[in-house]
């Protein structure tokens, strides 16, 4: 039963990891990841590269950038998401910096009060296609209609060993996740 359950879980991670959904939302939301003195690191930098085609093409009026800060960091990855996408020339006046959340489930939290309190109901979610399904799953158990739109470059998706550790990292998190509902992040071994 465990190896069906694990081996599952595993192939709708790899499954939904494979689906691009750009059906029009309220708005673009961009999970965050490491950021480095404001300047994203390449697996944020993916992802943001991901939010703005979206934003090009219509998918939502809005894109929202979400996380917070580790100790010591003088930026949230919010805000260094923010910057970032309007040095690529996306308006400041359609990014929404939420600034809070340290891992995964917080940031969806934050994200969906965030949402609630302007309006916002429907969401394109924007990860690495490994993080979709636990994403996907999180948000609309916080409320929000929600689809996803994973970036397909960067160091999550550019080995088969990257891809399978992500595979593997995300049953694990989705299992554990479904089964207490407690926020989980594993280390991220994919290059910076």
Known sequence: ?????????????????????????????????????????????????????????????????????QDGDRYTEAASGKSFLIDEGVPADAIIAVEEGSDTLLSVEAVSREMERQGMRSAVLVSDPWHSLRTRTMARDAGLEAWTA???????????????????????????????HFSVDFAYTAGQ
Do not use: C
């Open 1 to 69: 039963m465990a190896v069906v359950l694990v081996g599952g879980t595993a192939f709708r991670v790899w499954q939904v990891a494979r689906i691009i959904d750009t059906t029009p939302a309220d708005a673009i939301v961009v999970l965050g990841a490491a950021q480095y003195a404001g300047t994203p690191s390449s697996v944020f930098e993916a992802r943001l590269d991901q939010a703005h085609k979206l934003y090009e093409q219509g998918v939502a009026p809005v894109i929202v950038t979400v996380g917070g800060k």
């Open 150 to 180: 994973p970036t397909r470059q960067g160091p999550a998706v550019i080995t088969r060993e990257s891809q399978l550790n992500g595979i593997a990292r995300e049953t694990g998190a989705l299992l554990w996740y479904q089964l207490t």
